[in-house]
């Protein structure tokens, strides 16, 4: 087992690295130091990928039956001391106990999932005539680096790196900086049931990501996480030639129809902004509701979130936890200031808690234009700005109003309001009378500045690998 004062893997060996520069990870509960952990040095990439390109070929090679095999048995792996991984980021970053088992189990069946799929990914051929055909082949495109974010780490992970694993690929993953025990610990799991080389950690900041992005020895970079990132990943990858994955922010909006209940439309409100303290790719960032049901949907969500309980993740009672971090609560916070300055209303909430640890109540806004931050911008925080529209097509008008394009969510009963949602909406899902859900094995790829490619479902085995055409003729002169 990896000793706690190691982190970074490089062909099946763990080592302090040789970065020599420390960062302190903070518990977001109470503000309280939960270890050091090193920013991996150039050096420290240059000796990660290596490990993963020797060890791409034999990987490669294996039967696609021997790779699903593995990824099968990291599953249980991670299974057997998911409540531990859990309890690690609930110290990390915050999360309510059951959200993180809950994404923890997330990335166990995503595991399992694609140790299913993965034998079955193929290509497929076309005859040319008698004595000739075509095979579109499917190959492994080598090297992938996974930098993953802090809000769901144990979910997100899973589902890059097992797509990458059984597919003939190897990875060098860099957790984000505020995750890093989780992101250590998971790799550690899942080493154990794979060969040396063919999974390897580095830790650090944003600047070993971007090293790691941008390595001529790596052939895809799967990142998760803010689009000013996102932005430079794009840009790196246009110089080294690797396929980038990116799933960049989002301001999903939510626009809520006449002739719906409007206790049951703020319920889905409340747990679209509010969830994971609003830490969630996918959370709703800003309101369009119908001025007919208006006044009592606020009501119902504002009387939601002041009867939210708030505290530490650890506690099984806590509804709303801790934001992940000083930082970002200031960012969040100084959104809705501004905000209500330029003339928005705090129905509730809006202010900094007082005591320890990095809370921030769930607020709601009311009289929110879309030219404020707070409705334009991502806030990532637990708040609903709500914008009353005075009629459905105006809602849709302005959700579709936005430079992110992850998703969107429509509560109505018309079908024809629902239709003129998933038709004309620029994003990559579109949700309609429920703000979360979805079946296993569902994917998107996000529009506009939120991204592009796959990142979930069977599309993301297509993503980690390249087509190759080839040609067999028979028949010799």
Request: net charge negative; hydrophobic share 45%.
């Amino acid at each position: 087992m990896r000793p706690r004062d190691m982190w970074m893997l490089a062909g099946g060996r763990w080592s302090q690295g040789a970065g020599g520069r420390m960062f302190t990870v903070t518990d977001p509960a109470n503000g309280e130091p939960l270890g050091v952990v090193p920013v991996c040095s150039g050096g420290d990439v240059d000796t990660a990928v290596a490990a993963a390109g020797d060890a791409a070929p034999g990987w490669a090679a294996a039967p696609p039956a021997e790779r699903g095999a593995a990824l099968r048995a990291a599953a249980q792996a991670v299974e057997d001391r998911g409540a531990e991984l859990a309890a690690l980021v609930t110290a990390e970053m915050g999360k309510p106990s059951g959200d993180a088992l809950g994404g923890v189990e997330a990335g166990i069946a995503t595991l399992r999932q694609y140790a299913e799929l993965g034998p079955l990914h193929g290509g497929r051929s076309l005859q040319g005539g008698w004595d000739a055909a075509d095979f579109m082949i499917r190959e492994p495109r080598g090297t992938v680096a996974v930098i993953t974010p802090w809000n769901d780490p144990v979910a997100i992970a899973c589902g890059l790196i097992g797509a990458a694993v059984v597919t003939g690929n190897t990875v060098v993953h860099k957790p984000s900086e505020r995750t890093p025990h989780t992101g250590a610990m998971l790799v550690e799991l899942l080493d154990g049931c794979l060969p040396d080389g063919v999974l390897n950690l580095v830790t650090g900041d944003g600047g070993t990501g971007e090293i790691l992005a941008g390595h001529r020895g790596v052939d895809v970079v799967a990142h998760v996480g803010s689009t000013r990132a996102g932005r430079r990943v794009a840009e790196l990858t246009t110089w080294t030639g690797a396929k980038a994955l990116l799933e960049n922010g989002g301001a999903d909006p939510l626009v809520v129809d006449a002739d719906v209940d409007p206790s049951w439309a703020a319920g889905q409100a409340a747990t679209g902004c509010f969830a994971n303290a609003g830490q969630i790719c996918t959370s709703v960032e800003r309101v369009y509701v119908h001025e007919a049901v208006a006044a009592r949907f606020l009501d119902a969500l504002a009387e939601r979130a002041r009867t939210m309980r708030v505290g530490a993740g650890a506690d099984p009672s806590t509804e709303l936890g801790p934001l992940v971090d000083e930082r970002h609560r200031a960012r969040v916070h100084e959104q809705v200031e501004k905000a209500v300055a330029d003339g928005a209303r705090a129905l509730t909430g809006g202010y900094i808690l007082d005591g320890p640890g990095y809370f921030y109540p769930a607020t709601v806004l009311t009289g929110c234009t879309d030219a404020m931050d707070v409705m334009a911008a991502e806030t990532f925080g637990p708040v609903a700005p709500v914008r009353t529209v005075a009629s459905f097509d105006e809602g849709l008008d302005a959700a579709r109003r936005s430079r992110y394009g992850l998703a969107a969510t429509v509560l109505t009963r018309d079908t024809a309001h629902a239709q003129a949602a998933w038709r004309t909406l620029k994003t990559g899902t579109v949700k309609i009378n429920a703000v979360f859900g979805g079946a296993p094995g569902g994917a998107a790829t996000p529009r506009l500045a939120s991204g592009r490619g796959f990142g979930y479902g069977p599309e993301l085995l297509d993503e980690m690998t390249a087509v190759k055409v080839v040609h067999l003729q028979t028949a010799i002169p």
